[in-house]
């Protein structure tokens, strides 16, 4: 099930959320994921692990059918309060999702990883109840923003004690070993301490920043290939009678020995024959 957010961790969160550094560099963020996944209006979408709503609230506005589920009641009381009936909740467990397959456009696991006990079984989900793409996003195990979170969680107590990072090759690695070779695209955002936020907005949407593996926040999509399995069919088949005998012996029955000799009639030979062709008929349609 892995970590569950309580309410003080909820509120905590919440509160993180509203100061305005953190709320630009969620929207880089969530700029990223949108122009990743390319979703269109009026497409289904299920955010694994919406918490308050910070990464389900750029999806409302790109016009999607939203759909969140997260194990913490205190997050959906947060989301729910904000966004009303707009999106439909659920309580459960990234790793147990009640949910058909191929039931959504597109999933989203927007920093959900990181607090699962069980990633690989976290993507499995993700991957069967989405039929177009998935969205992976996550804190970067190799940025030097990962890094300070990691080694201020040695001296202080922090969120990020109970988190779990992983790098781009990480989870490139969990999605060939549960999906194959599909077609898979990462980017990343740096979220460099540039004071101007047009300038940073700007920098930040360069194909070549994007590429750079050590950025702070990582993004992943999975476009998801359609799997075929084939099996055997069995086909019954009921031989009729023809002439008071089996259509399958017909070619053999009906080669009888005439005038009590050793030799066959034509037309014996002829109705065995017909026989056959009429076998092979039935068979092919």
Not at 83 to 102: K, M, Q, T
Not at 167 to 185: A, D, F, H, N
Not at 219 to 229: H, Y
């Amino acid at each position: 099930m892995g970590y569950i957010f309580d309410f003080h961790d909820a509120k905590r969160y919440d509160q993180w959320m509203r100061k305005r550094r953190n709320r630009f560099a969620a929207d880089l963020e969530s700029r990223l994921m949108l122009g990743m996944l390319e979703p269109v209006a009026g497409e289904t979408v299920l955010d694994v692990g919406c918490g308050t709503g910070a990464s389900i609230a750029p999806l409302l506005e790109k016009g999607l059918d939203a759909t969140g589920i997260d194990p913490s009641p205190y997050m959906l009381d947060i989301l729910a309060a904000a966004f009303g009936n707009r999106v439909s909740l659920y309580r459960g467990i990234a790793e147990d999702l009640p949910f058909d397959d191929n039931s959504f456009n597109h999933a989203c696991l927007f920093t959900s990883l990181e607090f699962v006990d069980d990633p690989k079984k976290a993507l499995s989900e993700a991957f069967r109840v989405a039929k177009d793409r998935v969205f992976i996003g996550f804190l970067n195990r190799y940025a030097l923003a990962g890094i300070g979170r990691r080694v201020q969680g040695i001296f202080t107590p922090t969120i990020f004690n109970r988190a779990t990072f992983f790098s781009v090759w990480q989870i490139k690695s969990m999605v060939r070993e549960l999906m194959g070779p599909v077609p898979v695209c990462w980017r990343t955002v740096c979220q460099l301490p540039v004071p101007w936020e047009a300038w940073m907005k700007h920098i930040e949407g360069s194909g070549l920043v994007q590429r750079f593996p050590f950025g702070a926040f990582a993004g992943m999509v999975v476009t998801l290939v359609p799997r075929f399995r084939t099996r055997p069919l069995a086909i019954q088949y009921q031989p009729k009678t023809v002439r008071g005998i089996t259509a399958g012996a017909a070619g053999c029955s009906s080669m009888t020995p005439t005038n009590g000799g050793g030799n066959f009639s034509r037309q014996s030979a002829e109705i065995g024959e017909n026989n056959l062709t009429k076998l092979s008929n039935n068979c092919l349609n």
